[in-house]
């Protein structure tokens, strides 16, 4: 069978190919992937190439299909996995966590390290490594585009898992944020900082308070828009957005927003060292900072307070993504209606569009970009349908206004009822 697929060879390297899988062994799995979400490690994987610690193979003689935010259908099961059917959809934790030759864990993952695996193609061959590990997930919503999420929600989840906090005269640790008290998120109204806000105030494990800061009035304002105020309370939560560009000293003011109170949980989504260090200064006694965002530099420092190290057992952890119990959870609240994080995206386009996508993600202003790798769209943004549909661009206004009338029915959000129309009349990457 012939596959599309873009594949990394070196720097910057994405190579949009159609090429031929082989036959699947008894345990492999062929799967048509639909749908994928470009993911920032996606774009640090272009910028280093071989250099990135889960490239597995010298690239520029075997290439690996990238992307690991996929969702899709089963196709063909080898025999030696009777519990999957052909026709299920799936997701998959690409964080495999595989024991290599030497018995040493590998960073092997979909979408880094493997040459017929990867969420941005059209189909490709499931390697035994993802099924041995249970990484392989049955997916039981009726739409593609939330299974493309529950991998950053599961990051999310995580990092919420991995928050820890001490008790008096014992080493024992209890993780989890503080249930019932003072949570942080500052610049917290990005995709994955929107995802966080929808996971503090409907898990089960809440906070009292969440105060969400960003400098940008607009983000805010939408932030608010999609995760009020109201609906943190109707599940017992304060929430509070704040703007923190003009305060002079953001941490005073954010004390007093809390009744003075500093706070018991603090998570960064910017790696930028005002933000970092302000939120060491925010921590209260056994505060514990997760640093979020990822940064590029692999020098990237800022200073923390070690005299509240020692003294009110302050503490730092960072997380870079969920585990499969984490992407479990995610799929499980996400079929339930417990989150919802359609928000996140920001931008729709086909296969065509995922080289220079990937390669120029810093500087594409939005949340997620996600692709339906079956069709052939340049990279839109869900807000221009409507005026690229009256410009008739590409010869495609029809397909654009109707995507348009269809969003703003939803709070110009995507949906399935985006999905299916687009699915069915975007046009499709035909095989060569």
Request: aromatic share 8%; proline share 5%; hydrophobic share 40%.
């Amino acid at each position: 069978m012939k596959t599309k697929a873009v594949r990394i060879y070196g720097v910057n390297d994405l190579r949009l190919e159609e090429f031929e899988l082989p036959e699947i062994k008894d345990d492999e799995i062929l799967a048509r992937v639909v749908s994928d979400s470009i993911c920032m490690s996606s774009h640090k994987l272009a910028l280093q190439g071989a250099r990135h610690k889960r490239v597995r193979y010298d690239l520029a003689k075997q290439p690996c299909i990238i992307g690991h935010e996929f969702c899709g259908v089963l196709e063909k099961v080898g025999k030696n996995w009777g519990k999957f059917r052909e026709g299920d959809k799936f997701a998959i934790q690409p964080a495999l966590n595989y024991p290599g030759p030497d018995g040493k864990t590998t960073l092997w993952a979909p979408g880094y390290s493997y040459e017929y695996t990867g969420g941005d193609a059209t189909h490709i061959i499931i390697p035994k490594e993802v099924m041995e590990m249970n990484c392989l997930l049955r997916y039981e919503a009726d739409n593609f585009f939330m299974g493309s999420l529950s991998e950053p929600v599961s990051c999310i989840a995580g990092a919420y898992h991995a928050q820890y906090h001490t008790r008096g005269g014992s080493y024992a640790h209890d993780m989890g944020i503080v249930e019932g008290g003072n949570l942080a998120l500052l610049a917290s109204v990005g995709p994955m900082g929107l995802g966080a806000i929808d996971y503090a105030i409907h898990n089960p494990r809440r906070p009292g308070r969440v105060v969400v800061t960003d400098i940008d009035d607009a983000r805010l304002a939408r932030a608010e828009e999609l995760l009020s105020v109201e609906e943190a309370k109707k599940n017992g939560v304060e929430l509070v957005y704040v703007n923190t560009k003009n305060i002079s000293d953001p941490v005073e003011h954010l004390k007093k927003l809390s009744g003075g109170r500093l706070f018991d949980d603090v998570f960064v989504f910017a790696p930028v060292k005002p933000v970092l260090e302000m939120g060491g200064r925010l921590l209260g006694h056994d505060g514990c900072l997760n640093f979020f965002a990822g940064p590029t530099d692999t020098s990237f420092s800022a200073a923390f307070n070690f005299y509240n190290v020692h003294y009110e057992s302050h503490h730092i952890v960072g997380t870079s993504g969920g585990n499969t119990a984490d992407m479990v959870e995610s799929l499980s609240m996400m079929s339930k209606g417990e989150l919802n994080p359609v928000f996140m995206i920001t931008h729709v386009g086909g296969l065509d569009a995922v080289s220079g996508t990937t390669i120029n993600l810093d500087k594409i202003p939005g949340g997620k970009k996600l692709v339906y790798t079956h069709k052939k769209l340049p990279l839109t943004a869900i807000s221009d349908f409507a005026e690229k549909g009256a410009a008739n661009e590409g010869g495609l206004g029809g397909l654009y206004s109707a995507l348009a009338e269809i969003c703003g029915r939803h709070r110009g959000l995507w949906s399935k009822e985006a999905e299916d129309y687009f699915l069915a009349n975007a046009p499709e990457i035909l095989p060569e």
